[in-house]
């Protein structure tokens, strides 16, 4: 990002392979940046777009919710990028991820709701219909003791075989998830659950918004029967 022709050099990689594959355009997904070289990002997307204007493709650019640490929020200009790029594809997901000194949900409605507020708000000042809400097709368990504290990614779809049948399950209504607790070689274990209903909440917001889509990170890592209430939701087949 600090070198001009470098950043040229990438842009013209970009272009060649649009072309040779004949794909619709390119999500630029960059993390874990400095958040001294914030403005040098948001140059090198101001760069790539009249380039991908030219040849008629689509720019998509992933940003995490703001106000958090400096590499992992800080670093993205969000109102310069989302006024240059096609979208902006908010990655909703790990509000308490593999970083947190809590247990906690990894994308609790509220949150993402709060945080829709500040990208569409005067903070932001991203017009709704250029975000994509990306929802997680992942969560975490995670194994609490009085001085430790354990967490593990699993997809959304394994869950029925990692929680047990007789585990306690409670409904948070503000973060429209089950909570699971049981209890695995005397270690309390939780869980935020992603499912139909978690992730039918969710969904609502990108009609409440009129936001432009929705993603998923990722592919394969859902059930099947996800598929019904995203289209159901989102009127698409």
Not at 18 to 36: A, S, T
Not at 87 to 112: K, L, R
Not at 148 to 169: C, F, G, H, Q, R
């Amino acid at each position: 990002m600090n070198d001009y022709k470098l950043r040229q050099d990438l842009i013209d990689n970009i272009i060649s392979l649009i072309l040779k594959y004949d794909l619709d355009g390119i999500n630029i997904d960059f993390e874990y940046m400095h958040e001294e070289d914030k403005d040098l990002f948001s140059r090198f997307i101001i760069e790539l777009q009249p380039r991908l204007n030219e040849i008629g493709k689509v720019l998509s650019v992933d940003v995490t919710a703001p106000d958090g640490s400096p590499e992992w929020s800080m670093c993205y200009d969000r109102h310069t990028i989302g006024k240059v790029a096609d979208y902006i594809a908010f990655m909703a997901y790990d509000q308490h991820g593999e970083d947190s000194v809590e247990a906690g949900t990894n994308a609790g409605c509220d949150w993402v709701e709060a945080n829709l507020d500040k990208f569409v708000g005067t903070q932001e000042e991203i017009e709704p219909s250029k975000i994509i809400l990306g929802i997680p097709f992942y969560t975490r368990v995670w194994e609490i003791t009085d001085d430790s504290l354990m967490k593990t990614a699993v997809d959304i779809k394994d869950l029925d075989e990692i929680i047990p049948e007789d585990a306690s399950k409670t409904w948070d209504d503000e973060l429209k998830q089950y909570v699971v607790e049981y209890t695995k070689d005397e270690v309390l274990h939780k869980v935020w659950l992603e499912d139909e209903k978690s992730i039918s909440a969710k969904l609502d917001l990108v009609s409440e918004y009129e936001l432009a889509g929705a993603g998923y990170w990722a592919k394969d890592r859902e059930p099947n029967s996800i598929w019904n209430v995203i289209s159901e939701k989102l009127g698409i087949e």
